[in-house]
């Protein structure tokens, strides 16, 4: 499976959307403490949200071990984990990428 940047892009602005309520409120101290307020609650938020998905996809494959059920509720879980996980994994190499480009900008 391919992850979309444009996949994350929308999933980064949905939770930009649900913690928009929070910087709203924190504006009053100041614009540059409610930014990184808000930007610490969205990365939050995200990486609770993968973990769930992914815990709730060994929960589904467990059950299904145990009580044989549903085969396209196990495939559907296991792939939303599946996803996340690709998300993840797409999204830290490109924070590592954009460290990498400042350590090589001159000064």
Known sequence: ???????????????QLKGGAAAKGAAASGAEASTQA???????SALKSSVETAQR???VSM????????????????TSAEIT????VAVRDRVVQAYQDILRMPI
Do not use: W
Not at 38 to 44: D, E, Y
Not at 63 to 78: C, F, I, R, S, Y
Not at 85 to 88: A, E, G, S
């Open 85 to 88: 996980m690709q998300t993840v």
């Open 1 to 15: 499976m391919d992850v979309k940047i444009v996949n994350a892009a929308a999933a980064y602005a949905a939770q």
């Open 63 to 78: 059950q299904a071990l145990v009580n044989p059920g549903d085969l396209g509720q196990v495939v559907t879980a296991v």
């Open 57 to 59: 996809g060994e929960a």
């Open 38 to 44: 808000s930007f610490s609650n969205v990365l939050n």
